[in-house]
């Protein structure tokens, strides 16, 4: 699996977008970047996939850069309900398995 | 649909003794895994199962057995606690689709061994 890279914590806040970045320079093809997120005591959540374009959902935009060895997690108006700690997660095409880094903790000040 | 439930909420053990997590989900979902995470640690797959009579081993699975009788249930064995198995336990479930895959997580179980 590639390996990614995220900054330990960052702080943003209240009602500014949200940036997380994410480095997976070894990415491969058909290597999906997952991202999720999980708040304090709880089961972790899904936030927001890619392969290759930008996806935008109700919860976040994904931004992949186009050589894919980057990507960015924008949560685009922070609520103090987004302090959590965001893990990017790069995945293969048909493998289920999601292994976890040690994510970002995003602390949303108010 | 109650997702992905898990049970008990939170167990204490004596270091030796055996016990099984339960683990269930009602949305039919092919794949099931569970995850412990440590203390300020992130999460680290045990087992996993892509279907009914299917398990295999994830990340740290010494110490933990898993069965998959059924699409719903996927129970978590712990032969002989250690104190080394302090966590909190998630369970989670997915579909098996090629591409893209939601997984959702229970609410976690949260094991103290002595």
């Known amino acids: 699996d590639a390996k990614t890279t995220q900054p330990t914590s960052m702080d943003c806040a209240e009602g500014r977008a949200a940036n997380l970045p994410c480095n997976h320079s070894t990415i491969s093809g058909n290597e999906y970047v997952y991202w999720y997120r999980q708040i304090h005591s709880q089961g972790p959540q899904y936030i927001i996939h890619g392969l290759k374009n930008n996806e935008t959902n109700e919860m976040a935009s994904l931004i992949i850069t186009e050589d894919r060895k980057s990507s960015t997690l924008i949560l685009p108006h922070a609520t103090l309900r987004d302090t959590a700690v965001y893990y990017c997660?790069?995945?293969?095409?048909?493998?289920?398995?999601?292994?976890f880094g040690k994510g970002t903790r995003l602390h949303i000040l108010p | 649909n109650a997702g992905v439930t898990q049970t008990p909420k939170f167990q204490v053990l004596k270091t030796g003794q055996s016990m099984t997590l339960q683990c269930a989900q009602d949305?039919?979902?092919?794949?099931m895994s569970w995850y412990r995470q440590d203390p300020g640690m992130g999460l680290r797959l045990i087992h996993y199962s892509v279907g009914a009579g299917i398990t295999d081993q994830g990340e740290v699975p010494n110490g933990y057995n898993v069965s998959r009788s059924t699409t719903e249930d996927f129970p978590l064995r712990l032969l002989s606690a250690a104190p080394s198995q302090t966590s909190v336990y998630f369970c989670?479930?997915?579909?098996?689709?090629?591409?893209?895959?939601?997984?959702?997580f229970g609410p976690g179980t949260r094991l103290t061994v002595l």
């Open positions: 949305m039919n979902h092919e794949y």
């Open positions: 997660i790069v995945r293969p095409v048909g493998d289920d398995k999601i292994i």
């Open positions: 989670a479930s997915s579909l098996v689709l090629a591409g893209y895959n939601e997984q959702f």
